[in-house]
T-cell receptor, first 116, second 111 residues
Framework: GAGVSQSPRYKVAKRGQDVALRCDPI?????LFWYQQALGQGPEFLTY????????KSGLPSDRFFAERPEGSVSTLKIQRTQQEDSAVYLC??????????????FGPGTRLTVL | DQQVKQNSPSLSVQEGRISILNCDYT??????FLWYKKYPAEGPTFLIS?????DKNEDGRFTVFLNKSAKHLSLHIVPSQPGDSAVYFC??????????FGSGTKLNVKP
């Protein structure tokens, strides 16, 4: 079956531009996560949705970052007025949710954002 | 402040031998630990996990060991195969919904 897909795969933006990154989770997955992975580092948590509810956005680095999942499926991560330090791979992951237990997170291939 | 650390950026091992990847953490509240494998241009894929109530979990060639007193986690791969060459990330969680990742170890298994 289809896995998690992300688009675009690559994005080059000029400093100050706004960008929107899309994530299509696995169908039926309740939970959706966004991570930021800088070069040579591991993924860093940005935000988490359960259906359309954003339950944790503690990892968003500034108010220029905004995520939404209005219908509980597709999610968009928006970055306003991009800065060079925003250059990274943005990973999306989704999982089932069955109460307080670990459910495997399936990751998409990521969007590589380069801010010039 | 990095709560999960992988101090070895790379590891090279001969095919057939054991690969040991290490991970240290600082938060004693972590109660679930995972290892992910990542190939270039792909997202990480789940490999194996362990709950803090256990000290060992085995799945085929992969075994994860947890030493809570030392706040140390390791992944053993035996025997190592060239297809195991990838970047390995350890991750830890308190509530299953927020995971902290290490910076990764690039494993190269030489034929």
């Amino acid at each position: 079956g289809a896995g998690v897909s992300q688009s675009p795969r690559y994005k080059v933006a000029k400093r100050g531009q706004d960008v929107a990154l899309r994530c299509d989770p696995i169908s039926g997955h309740v939970s959706l996560f966004w991570y930021q992975q800088a070069l040579g580092q591991g993924p860093e948590f940005l935000t988490y949705f359960q259906n359309e509810a954003q339950l944790d956005k503690s990892g968003l680095p500034s108010d220029r970052f905004f995520a939404e999942r209005p219908e509980g499926s597709v999610s968009t991560l928006k970055i306003q007025r991009t800065q060079q330090e925003d250059s990274a791979v943005y990973l999306c992951a989704s999982s089932h949710f069955r109460g307080r237990a670990y459910n495997e997170q399936f990751f998409g291939p990521g969007t590589r954002l380069t801010v010039l | 402040d990095q709560q999960v650390k992988q101090n070895s950026p790379s590891l090279s091992v001969q095919e057939g031998r054991i690969s040991i990847l290490n991970c240290d953490y600082t938060n004693s509240m972590f109660d679930y630990f995972l290892w992910y494998k990542k190939y270039p241009a792909e997202g990480p894929t789940f490999l194996i996990s362990i709950s803090s109530i256990k000290d060992k979990n085995e799945d085929g060639r992969f075994t994860v060991f947890l030493n809570k007193s030392a706040k140390h986690l390791s992944l053993h791969i035996v025997p190592s195969q060239p297809g195991d060459s990838a970047v390995y990330f350890c991750a830890a969680s308190v509530d299953f919904n927020k995971f902290y990742f290490g910076s990764g170890t690039k494993l190269n298994v030489k034929p």
